[in-house]
């Protein structure tokens, strides 16, 4: 009788048990959602950014929280087309399945904010651009009002570099003038004049040219698209820019924005090595037949129907061993999916697979370290194009025969390279030194620093003392009080294996006496101090 009292016992406290733990346990913005967005989302979305509503603060995310929870559920959010079990690429903008999970829980759980003093401090954005240090050219383009009404713009400026010698980009960024309107960036360099005379012929800032900048010899520098970081090349790596060259930008403005105002700039950062290698960036599968065969031989895609098209070029059997940096895949709205990949012996090399098309988030993607192609590989793409009403990017309705063109209701298939000639032990080469990680674990791209440790709370404090840090990876962590003369006066936690995450970890510190202190964390890397005061 005893055994089943307490059998019945146990059973009748389970639900409760089990109630505190899931209490105990549900998501809360301070700590646990505030960090996924810091890292993740507010490049975007905040005052000034491109994202339709801020995720800075704790009022301005609630009201949108459902929002938030369908678009990183259904994978809508972060934008992130490349397919990651294909192959990993620097930058990666991915949501861990536990990340999404937490905004999952957090929504379903009522949305607490928790103690807000324990949220980490909001990511700050450097007006002036992402790359640290003074830009060795800046251009800005001339003041421009939108005309872009029922129809997308793509609006071509000119500007003269006054570069009296060549130069190598090792990095550059894009700063939209107005975030609201710039959908993408395309920069290339022009010392043929065209673009110049172009410019010339028409009235006010810039000339309407869709597809390129107006002449074929025009040097592609590279491009920025919406919550993508800036093009930073390895050291010792460059894309040449011509003495004299003018710079061109052809920003798209969407259909809509007329009116509205822009005055987008860019920030060149160049080499500062005397034997830098030159980068350069080519459309090496392309629709146009330059040193590629495609099958069928031309786009057009009659109304209602499907089509996939495959490209091949034998172009290394003649240039040698390549190194390849990154790689720009490029169609408009009737593409629904592409690939480009190499074969050579039977070997496969895959390089990018986009198989959910999407024209608002094409981008440049930089491969985690660098490639060696063989010579003798060829390269391939496929790309699948929908002309038929079930395709909800359809630009006509009724659909009508789509033919290869530069407006954005043509469309056209190319896969831009960049690359360099192989040296031995390219192969080496880091750009994105993040830890490899399972896919849908974790971003490789955070808001904070490798390590930081932010202020302390409450300070002063009396007994209970919050300690605030964050780890990109896991480390040994040691956390001390000491005092003026340098001698520890607590160990709050001595070399103890943290995980990465941000931490906001509760110490007792009743047993210190008053006065003022520091407060001291050292990891494997790193040491940090902040100002304390004890008032009991």
């Not at 700039?265 to 980068?279: A, E, I, Y």
């Amino acid at each position: 009788m005893k055994t089943m009292k307490k059998a019945l016992l146990l059973i009748l406290s389970l639900p409760f048990a089990i109630s505190s733990t899931s209490n105990a346990q549900k998501p809360v913005w301070s700590t646990d959602i505030a960090p996924i967005l810091y890292n993740n989302c507010v490049s975007c979305h905040r005052t000034g950014g491109i994202g339709p509503f801020e995720m800075v603060t704790y009022n301005t995310t609630v009201s949108k929280a459902a929002s938030i929870a369908a678009s990183v559920t259904t994978g809508y959010m972060p934008p992130w087309p490349p397919d990651p079990t294909y192959q990993r690429l620097a930058h990666e903008r991915l949501l861990s399945q536990a990340d999404i999970k937490k905004i999952s829980d957090w929504v379903n759980g009522g949305t607490p904010q928790g103690d807000p003093n324990l949220a980490p401090p909001p990511p700050t954005f450097n007006p002036n651009g992402d790359i640290s240090g003074t830009a060795d050219l800046e251009i800005q383009i001339p003041t421009f009002t939108s005309t872009a009404s029922s129809g997308d713009v793509y609006q071509c400026f000119v500007i003269p570099s006054g570069l009296s010698a060549e130069k190598y980009i090792e990095s550059f960024e894009a700063i939209p003038g107005n975030r609201d309107i710039v959908h993408h960036v395309i920069v290339y360099a022009d010392t043929t004049g065209v673009c110049a005379n172009l410019d010339a012929q028409t009235s006010g800032p810039g000339y309407v040219s869709f597809g390129g900048p107006g002449t074929s010899a025009a040097i592609m520098i590279g491009g920025w698209v919406p919550g993508t970081p800036p093009l930073e090349l390895p050291k010792g790596f460059g894309i040449r820019i011509p003495k004299n060259a003018d710079i061109v930008l052809q920003i798209h403005y969407p259909a809509g924005s007329s009116g509205m105002v822009d005055s987008t700039k860019l920030r060149f950062f160049f080499s500062k090595s005397t034997s830098t290698r030159s980068v350069r960036i080519d459309p090496v599968l392309n629709h146009l037949g330059a040193l590629c065969t495609m099958t069928p031989s031309s786009i057009s895609i009659p109304a209602n129907q499907t089509q996939l098209y495959t490209q091949f070029s034998n172009v290394s059997s003649f240039v040698g061993d390549i190194t390849l940096l990154g790689i720009a895949p490029h169609m408009h709205l009737i593409g629904r999916s592409i690939n480009a990949y190499g074969v050579k012996a039977g070997d496969t090399l895959k390089l990018i697979d986009i198989p959910k098309w999407d024209f608002s988030w094409q981008g440049f993607y930089l491969f985690r370290k660098l490639i060696k192609l063989p010579q003798g590989t060829t390269l391939y793409s496929e790309a699948f194009f929908d002309n038929t009403s079930n395709n909800p990017f359809n630009p006509s309705n009724p659909p009508i025969t789509v033919k290869a063109g530069e407006a954005t209701t043509d469309e056209m298939m190319l896969t831009y390279f960049i690359w360099t000639q192989y040296k031995s032990g390219d192969e080496s080469i880091d750009i994105d030194t993040s830890t490899l990680v399972p896919v849908g674990v974790e971003n490789t791209v955070a808001a904070y620093g490798e390590q930081e440790m932010f202020a302390p709370y409450p300070n002063p404090s009396s007994g209970k003392l919050y300690v605030k840090y964050y780890l990109q990876e896991a480390d040994d962590v040691t956390i001390s009080v000491i005092d003026i003369q340098g001698r520890v006066v607590k160990s709050l936690t001595n070399n103890e294996h943290t995980s990465k995450a941000y931490h906001a970890e509760p110490y007792t510190v009743n047993d210190v006496p008053n006065g003022t202190y520091i407060l001291q964390m050292r990891t494997s890397k790193r040491t940090f101090t902040e100002k304390i005061s004890i008032q009991h």
